[in-house]
């Protein structure tokens, strides 16, 4: 069974500072990494996607990946009260078309 | 942009309706998806299909069945609904080109079974 770990959270952090969001995965075969935001009772939306390993920027995000250590986070530079949302990672494997959801991580940023 | 439309936003139906919820997305993406979403359990995958016509179990497929009669329409039936599927339907969409190959979500079915 392919699994996708977060915490749970809440992860509370202070508005401007730096939230660090973790995700493991169990398959070493995945070859494609996803970001989701959540709002509450909204549908997910994608952030970023990250395919190789290291870091990919995106304005206030970046995305880290460690295939090694089979670990993927999300960096929240300067955290809004907006970006306060339920994260998601995502995995799929060679083909894209298997997608395995972590159970998300709740993100309260505190203004 | 990739548009993703389920055919209700809330549907209240009584323990052992039939149930349809319908998918439609614009893109001409090979891929769809049916997930439900519960709190503390996160998105569990019931249904995929990788064309028309074709259709695989997720991880949680029992009660539920699918239709693919044409590319961009992907069908959930709950044949006899019960209480324990009351939850948070999302259906997806995804092309099969690697290079691009995120999910895109429609805006959800809140199913209540009375």
């Known amino acids: 069974q392919k699994e996708v770990e977060q915490n749970s959270g809440p992860l509370s952090v202070p508005e401007g500072a730096i939230a660090s969001l973790n995700c493991t995965y169990s398959?070493?075969?995945?070859?494609?990494f996803f970001w989701y935001r959540q709002y509450s009772g909204k549908s997910p939306e994608l952030i970023m996607f990250?395919?190789?390993?290291g870091d990919k920027e995106d304005g206030r995000f970046t995305a880290q990946l460690n295939k090694a250590s089979q670990y993927v986070s999300l960096l929240i530079r300067d955290s809004q009260p907006s970006d306060s949302a339920t994260y998601l990672c995502?995995?799929?494997?060679?083909?894209?078309?298997?997608?395995?959801f972590g159970p998300g991580t709740r993100l309260s940023v505190l203004p | 942009d990739v548009k993703v439309t389920q055919s209700s936003r809330y549907l209240v139906k009584r323990t052992g309706e039939k149930v349809f919820l319908e998918c439609v997305q614009d893109?001409?993406?090979?891929?769809m998806f049916w997930y439900r979403q519960d709190p503390g359990l996160g998105l569990r995958l019931i249904y995929f299909?990788?064309?028309?016509?074709?259709?695989e179990k997720g991880d949680i497929p029992e009660g539920y069945s699918v239709s693919r009669e044409k590319k961009e329409r992907f069908s959930l039936i709950l044949e006899s609904a019960s209480t324990n599927q009351t939850s948070m339907y999302l259906c997806?969409?995804?092309?099969?080109?690697?290079?691009?190959?995120?999910?895109?979500f429609g805006p959800g079915t809140r199913l209540t079974v009375l």
């Open positions: 997806a969409s995804s092309p099969t080109d690697r290079g691009t190959d995120t999910q895109y």
């Open positions: 990250i395919y190789s390993n």
């Open positions: 995502a995995v799929t494997d060679n083909y894209g078309q298997n997608f395995v």
């Open positions: 893109m001409d993406h090979e891929n």
């Open positions: 299909s990788y064309d028309v016509k074709m259709k």
């Open positions: 398959d070493r075969g995945s070859q494609s």
